[in-house]
């Protein structure tokens, strides 16, 4: 049983940066993607962000060119890197795993695991 614990979040102005990590007990490798979600207020958890062991990664359009995920499968983390913030960003972002690798339209299906949310806020 794997257990994702996120950390990193917090408030911060438009325009500013926060970097999300997600720390995998177990083996990394045993997933095969790695993703953050988030879900804001009143809204559906959406997909931000995920990464497929060996690198290939896709990104939700609203975040592309601003977010940047990546894996270490040493350090057992996950990592999403934003830049640029705005306050449409806001909410509680997720980390969440599966076993399998994903591609296209599946990155939108189930996960295996999931963490327990960490909260972002962007002022504006």
């Known amino acids: 049983q794997a257990q994702l614990v996120e950390s990193g979040g917090g408030l911060v102005q438009a325009g500013g940066s926060l970097t999300l990590s997600c720390v995998v007990s177990?083996?990394?490798?045993?997933?095969?993607?790695m993703t953050w979600h988030r879900q804001a207020p009143g809204k559906q958890r959406e997909l931000v962000a995920g990464?497929?062991?060996?690198?290939?990664?896709t990104y939700a359009d609203s975040v592309k060119g601003r977010f940047t995920i990546s894996r270490n499968n040493a350090k057992k983390t996950v990592t999403l890197q934003m830049n640029s913030l705005k306050p449409e960003d806001t909410g509680v972002y997720y980390c969440?795993?599966?076993?399998?690798?994903?591609?296209?339209?599946?990155?939108?299906?189930?996960?295996?695991?999931w963490g327990q949310g960490t909260q972002v806020t962007v002022s504006s």
């Open positions: 969440a795993a599966a076993h399998n690798r994903k591609v296209g339209s599946a990155w939108y299906g189930n996960y295996d695991y």
């Open positions: 177990g083996s990394l490798f045993s997933f095969g993607a």
């Open positions: 990464i497929n062991t060996g690198g290939p990664t």
